[in-house]
């Protein structure tokens, strides 16, 4: 093994030794290519730059030149059309001047040049004189190369011979007419630019006649024209015998090196750009500077890189070290040759080194190691035969490998993992068996796939308990819903004679608390459907000042009778707005009530609104509620959101909750495009802060005016305010709120008759005399409620009705009482809950039935089976009752040998209405199904249904 390693690093030193020499060399052969090839770069963009220059500058002039001889031509044209028809003298005069201003629009300039006509040699017009003579004209240089000229031409630049002024003539002849016309260009008397470009100029630019003489200059730097002079006509004269064009020419202006560029125009003169080279010499020291740095760099980089390999070998030393603990680690370390098929063992426990030799066959030192292993060994001899190794080999199969179980030399099992290494480029054709004992990984990985399952169970247990849970909520909530609705109904039917101002409250009270109730079960089935977005706000206009002090009201009488104080401050709020009141109101009393649940008697809960700045989405309304209560620790405030999720720390039952109120406050806060943020410390207190947008509706606004047309002052209005019950006042009667009147208690009733649908006969034969027990109930009930200190009407319990029953049929005279009637059509009813018992036997009482009473599923069934056919018409049945449930009693029921067993209908009565109970129910046998709260309408059509089907049998 050690020789084998030894090897290994000789090997690897060389070749590290000479790559830091190759790289030497080639970042150093890099760095002078670069450095050349840069600065050739910048020399001859720098040049093709200037070249380009001096192409635009020699283009300008080209085109002024032209532009010259096409108003030549112009007036050559126009003077040959006036001769043709015998202008006179005047007329030639005219024209002249007229086409003076023409040409001054042409060439661009107002002042600097003028124009003339030569008639028969001699004969001279201008825009200033009349025509004179002058014979010695075409004896003139310039006239007779005027002459020669085909067509237009333009002189060089020459002197004036009067005022020795620069000047251009350009001239056109016609030798037909013996006339030729001309003009006079003074380039330095002219509003022209020698060059016309916008940008900054990089050096000097000049026209110069044919001798080199300049006569125009541009610069943006110092010098005048008379500094340049000679320079200038020496560089022209050099130029000129170059033998290939516009290549740049080197000379000096004093002791500045320039660069000179220059071409001659079709008429002679020259155009000569010249710039200074300490440009380019600075861009040059630039690129010198920066390519020092650069060597600079890579010699450190070389340094490093030297150190670094010298870290590398004895990092490699290092790591064989540490390859010989895992060697020693390993139950067997072979290295097989896959040529010659044969290995070197590199490391093996003492059991392995009895059992083959350091070096021999593969494929026998193979069989005998695999023998110890007890199952799937003809596996392992298929995974990692000579054959198979040289497949992985070609694959390039790096992590291949596996996990057997082998008897160890003491006899017990144990498992291994065998495993291949190699890399082609260190070891080529060789490739590393190494095989391990993993007993304590595979017992690790055996337990934790085990803690897995048992998590995964777990977690499919909780989502089971979670289900019934939250179907255990719906059903404890509904029942109480169950009380609180249909003991209204019957409380709003039996006391229409009663205080109508005190029990119109009484019943709003109660119709508002059921409806929110209601509102909330259906919230918390719907809460699934909000993790699927599959709930829609419904939006309305309300008065945000209205709904915000009912919502207030509802809270702040019992913060008085608790000790706490309930504060509120509300801003800018008092206006009609856009929104959905039943989800602002829902989400507003489960902060609320939480804030009151969890502070102390003599603390306060501040409850403040306020308008912010609007957004995209409307107006922005905060919503704050700040209490002194307990607090909830940072850990909780994690999970606030979560659903189920509650505060360890608390564990009275007062204190306890579903765990789903804030995870519905956040799905209806997203509905709603708002943000809720939630700050708290222990034993401090909490402060929730929620924003919401909501549009505001101007006065102008048709749904304002419908809202302020209705007058509601309640967003969520209760039964009586919506008229959805007859509830008439007497005459007599006063709505004085928070009082109890005595007249209204006692008021002669006039249409009592309404009392007897909510009463029973018997009990109501002198109306008047139950009218005045109720009306003493209700009175007595309202001043002994302590809870009460403003003296609320409360809704009336079923005692109530049973104790103002019991005293009104006391009251009744014998000579009063009322025949006997017809027997009443008889219901079984199942219940073990006795305010529903109640309530349903005065809802069948209100059809005209009877109630007999089970306590529960067994005594439902006994008391089927020991009745006499057509003993009951149906039976109402409740699902969840101790001893026996309702499915299950329907279940003994179908299954007696009761001769209407399979033909008496029965009806769950039931807070079970989800899909699967319902479909439970029917399964069970039963007819139909009541939802909790019960719907008076929907019994009182069932009970006509099984009514005429008992009267048609």
Known sequence: MNSHLSSFLSRISFPLFLLRVVVFFILLGAGAALYGILRSNIVEDFHQHEAYTLGEFRGEQMNRLLMLRSVATAGHMQLVARLDSKATDEELNRWLREFFLQAQVMIGTKRGFNT?????????????????????????????????????????????????????????????????????????????????????LNGYYFLTDRTGRPFLMRTDHRGSMEDFSDAVEAWVRELGTLSVAEQPLRAHVGTKAVSVYGSELFNGNWVVHSYFTEDLDRKLQHLNLVSAACALFVALLLVWGSKFLRRLEHRLVRISNIIRTMFRSSELVVLVNLQTGRYELL????????????????????????????????????????????????????????????????????????????????????????????????????????????????ARQSEHSKQLFFHSVSHEMRTPLNAICNMTTIAERAFVSCDRTKMKLALGHIRHGADILLRLVN?????????????????????????????????????????????????????????????????????????????????????????????????????????????????????????????????????????????????????????????????????????????????????????NLQGSESPVASPLETGEIDLRPSKDSTEVPNAVSEETATAPVEDAPALKRGVAPEACAAHASCNTCLGTEASRLDKDRTGNPEGKSAALGPGVVARACA???????????????PAKPLFLVAEDNLIDQEILAELLDELGCAAEMAENGREAVEKFRNSAPGTYTAILMDVNMPEMNGLDATRAIRGSSHPEAFGIPIVAATANVLTEDIDEIYAAGMNAYLAKPIDFGKLSSIVKQLLARRHAR
């Not at 005293?807 to 009637?821: F, G, H, L, M």
């Open 116 to 200: 003339w006509i030569i008639l028969d040699d001699k004969k001279f017009y201008t825009t200033k004189n009349v025509p004179w003579f002058d014979p010695t004209v075409a004896e003139r240089e310039w006239y007779q190369l005027a002459k020669a000229a085909d067509g237009a031409r333009v002189s060089p630049i020459y002197n004036e011979s009067g005022s020795g002024r620069p000047v251009i003539t350009v001239t056109h002849y016609d030798r037909k007419h013996r006339a030729m016309f001309g003009f006079d260009l003074y380039p330095g008397g002219t509003d022209m630019t020698i060059y016309s470009t916008s940008e900054r």
């Open 807 to 821: 005293t009104a049929k006391s009251a009744i005279k014998p000579e009063d009482a009322v025949t006997t009637t």
């Open 347 to 458: 490391a093996g426990t003492d059991t392995v080194q009895r059992a083959i030799p350091n070096e021999g066959s593969y494929e026998t030192a193979l069989h005998k190691l695999t023998e110890a292993i007890t199952t799937g060994r003809s596996e392992f001899l298929a995974n990692f035969s000579l054959d198979s190794l040289k497949q992985h080999y070609d694959d390039n199969a790096r992590k291949f490998g596996g996990e057997f179980e082998y008897r160890a030399e003491d006899g017990h099992l144990t498992w291994g993992a065998a495993m291949l290494v190699f890399d082609s480029a260190v070891l080529p054709d060789e490739i590393i068996l190494r095989i391990t004992n993993v007993e304590v990984q595979h017992k690790a990985r055996t337990t934790e796939t085990a803690l897995l399952r048992t998590a995964l169970d777990a």
């Open 523 to 707: 919230d918390l089935l719907e809460l699934a459907a909000a993790r699927d977005g599959k709930i829609q706000l419904e939006l309305r206009p309300f008065r945000l000042d209205v709904f915000l002090a009912t919502v207030s009201r509802s809270f702040a009488d019992g913060t008085r009778k608790d000790g706490k104080h309930f504060i509120t401050d509300f801003t800018d709020v008092a206006r009609p707005v856009s929104g959905d009141p039943v989800r602002l109101e829902l989400i507003l009393n489960n902060l609320l009530s939480n804030a009151l649940k969890y502070t102390a008697s003599g603390k306060s809960v501040r409850f403040s609104v306020e308008r912010i700045t609007s957004g995209d989405d409307g107006e922005h309304f905060r919503f704050t509620i700040r209490d002194e209560g307990c607090g909830m620790s940072p850990e909780f405030l994690k999970t606030i959101f979560t659903p189920y999720a509650r505060e360890q720390r608390y564990h009275t039952r007062e204190m306890r909750g579903t765990g789903l109120g804030m995870p519905i406050v956040k799905s209806l806060l997203q509905l709603m495009n708002g943000t809720i943020r939630i700050e708290s410390q222990v034993g401090e207190g909490t402060t929730v802060v929620m924003t919401i947008p909501m549009e505001i509706l101007s006065e102008d606004d048709e749904r304002a005016r419908n809202l």
